[in-house]
Every structure is written in structure tokens, then in C-alpha cells.
């Protein structure tokens, strides 16, 4: 069973040459979906104006002996497409059967399902029978050569009442038994909803919220899937709030907002190492207890990750046994790599 060391490319804003030969497997994000179309060719399709960039990326990744995975989904297409082609039989055969026409036709070596997020107990029903049916239209189609990969990104924790308190709960066994890996996205724990107080966003272990943390998400997952199964993913981006006293700056400090990067206050490593880090003015520090890294300059405060704190989360998942990490995003690294070749 091979280690998973991946990574998603942001197919609008990067050069596939950029991608690191450190990946094993790059996902495409993402491509998009008609949620209700009945013919294959209408409901997951590559534009005409998208064509040459998905064949540059899939020779760009073939030509350095990595697997190159189709996400589907993403934050910004939501849930309600994905619930309505998940609720109807014949929506649901339609996407299996584009999506697979589509690997193959691009050269993909497997699927990924990025929902974020299934936001009813019927939601989760309907997964559990999207993943079944995907999984016997895979093996079908891949008789006699290589079986498409089927993978799906998950939030860090298997119930999602901790998400927006609607409790419902990922279908554990369906995804046991039908998906080849889970992408769990083991991070923004705090973030710009968190106006009171800042937080170490990627946290490994968590001293004073044990629930926002790594350690206990990846633990709650290991009720439902093996070990085997999972893979943690490492943001390369921050999270910034403004100090309400830049005199109190350790992690759980009060805040009155945002930083910088805009309305949800993220920055790529990339500016975090150029504006900050590499500025004398910064105080740089490795917070033991959660294992993150942050740092401060006058009342701006940065939850990032760093070397020491990917190192840490890296060897974590080692001492689980999960079946490897996952960084998004391809492109918010620092210029010479530094995060991605960490490993």
C-alpha cells in the first residue's frame, strides 16, 4: 500500500511546473458539476477554454512518476449540488459515469470527492450509496487494467454537529469499504470566526479545547476507518487576527479582527516568510503544547505553520500509522519549497 504524500493544485491561479517532485499524488482542484444533468457528457465536463491546461497538468505530473487525481467539489460549489445529485438514483449514476469517462479520457488516475459539506442525515445516507455505487462502477470499468483511485476529502472530525451543531455523522462504513483514502483536513480550527480570542489553527494537540485539535479529530476518525485510510492534511497558509493588546500575544490572546489577507484573514506561507518572518521586527515562536508555530509584529498576530510545527504534525501522523499528508495548497509555499520538501 503506498504513502500518500500529497498536494492540490489550485487549477486557476498556478503553472503545473511549479509543483514539487516531492508529491506522489497531485490533485486537479477543482472541476465542477451539473448536479442534475442525465447525460454523461453534461454533468462532470472540462470546458473547451479548460482542455490545455488539464492535458499540460496530467503530462506535467506523468512526467515525474506522480499520480494524478480529478477532485470534484470544493468549498465554493458548497453542498447543495452535491445533495441534489446525490438524492436521485438516476443523478447519481449520470456523475459516476462522467466522472469516470472523464479520467479516463484526461488520463487521470483517480477521483476525488471534495463535499463540503453533506449537511443532512439524509445528505450522509445518500453518500453512502454514491460511494457504493462508484465503487462497483470503478471495479467494472477497470476489468483487466489498473482501477481508477477513489478518494474524498472529509472535515477533521467525523461528526459535523461540530461544524454548525446539525448532528449528523459521516457514513463510517461506506467509506470503509468504498473509498481508497480519506483526505481529512486536519486544520483551520480557528480562524476569522473566532473574533474574541486568536488560535493556533492547525493545532496538533490542543491543552485547553481538545476537541479543536489534530490528536482528538484524528482519534474520532480511527472509530470508523482504519488507520490505513486516513491521510492529515497540512495547511500552507495562516490565519491573522489584530492584538487587542499587542503586550498579550501568546496563543488565546484577545483580538479585535482580522489581520491581514482580506475578510477571512488567511496569507500563504509565502507572505508570511517575506513580510514577516524575515522581517527583525517579528517575534517568531514554537508553541511546545500544541505544536504550531506563530508570530506576532506589533498588534498583527499569525497562526502558520512552519517547519518545526509540520515536522511535528508530519511525525504524528507517522506515530498513528495514517496513510500519509496532504498539503493544500500547491503555490502558498515559500520560494525555495521549504514546507512541501519537509517531510
Known amino acids: 500500500m503506498s504513502t500518500i504524500r500529497g498536494g492540490y493544485w489550485p487549477s486557476w491561479r498556478n503553472d503545473p511546473q511549479i509543483i514539487s517532485p516531492s508529491y506522489a499524488h497531485v490533485f486537479y482542484a477543482f472541476l465542477l458539476f451539473d448536479p442534475v444533468a442525465l447525460k454523461p457528457a453534461e454533468a462532470v465536463a472540462i470546458a473547451p477554454d479548460e482542455d490545455l491546461k488539464v492535458r499540460r497538468f496530467i503530462t506535467s505530473v506523468h512526467n515525474r512518476s506522480m499520480k494524478a487525481l480529478l477532485s470534484i467539489g470544493g468549498a465554493a460549489e458548497g453542498s447543495t449540488n452535491f445533495s441534489a445529485m446525490a438524492?436521485?438514483?438516476?443523478?447519481?449514476?449520470t456523475f459516476i459515469q462522467s466522472s469516470i469517462e472523464v479520467a479516463l479520457r484526461y488520463g487521470f488516475d483517480g477521483l476525488d470527492l471534495d463535499w463540503e459539506f453533506p449537511s443532512s442525515r439524509g445528505d450522509m445516507d445518500n453518500l453512502a450509496l454514491l460511494l457504493a455505487e462508484w465503487r462497483t462502477a470503478v471495479d467494472m470499468e477497470a476489468r483487466g487494467r489498473t482501477k481508477l483511485l477513489i478518494a474524498m476529502a472529509v472535515f477533521f472530525t467525523p461528526d459535523l454537529s461540530f461544524y454548525d451543531e446539525n448532528p449528523r455523522m459521516y457514513p463510517g462504513v461506506a467509506m470503509r469499504n468504498y473509498v481508497d483514502f480519506i483526505n481529512v483536513m486536519t486544520y483551520d480550527y480557528y480562524g476569522s470566526?473566532?473574533?474574541?480570542?486568536?488560535?493556533?489553527?492547525?493545532?496538533?494537540?490542543?491543552?485547553?479545547?481538545?476537541?479543536?485539535?489534530?490528536?482528538?479529530?484524528?482519534?474520532?476518525?480511527?472509530q470508523f476507518v482504519p488507520a490505513q485510510k486516513l491521510v492529515m492534511g497540512l495547511p500552507l497558509y495562516a490565519h491573522t487576527w489584530k492584538l487587542q493588546n499587542p503586550n498579550i500575544n501568546g496563543i488565546g490572546a484577545p483580538v479585535v479582527g482580522v489581520g491581514l489577507g482580506g475578510a477571512d484573514g488567511t496569507l500563504p506561507y509565502r507572505d508570511v516568510v517575506a513580510n514577516f518572518l524575515n522581517n527583525p521586527g517579528t517575534i517568531a515562536v514554537y508553541d511546545e503544547p500544541t505544536r504550531s508555530d506563530y508570530c506576532y509584529a506589533g498588534n498583527i498576530w499569525i497562526s502558520y505553520t512552519g517547519v518545526r510545527s509540520i515536522k511535528a504534525a508530519i511525525t504524528h501522523a507517522r506515530e498513528r500509522q495514517l496513510r500519509g499528508y496532504f498539503h493544500w495548497s500547491i503555490g502558498q509555499d515559500d520560494g525555495n519549497s521549504t514546507l512541501t520538501t519537509t517531510g
Not at 474574541?196 to 485547553?208: D, I, K, L, R
Open 87 to 93: 438524492s436521485n438514483p438516476n443523478y447519481r449514476r
Open 193 to 222: 470566526w473566532d473574533r474574541t480570542h486568536n488560535g493556533a489553527s492547525a493545532a496538533v494537540f490542543n491543552p485547553t479545547n481538545a476537541e479543536r485539535s489534530t490528536s482528538q479529530g484524528i482519534s474520532k476518525w480511527l
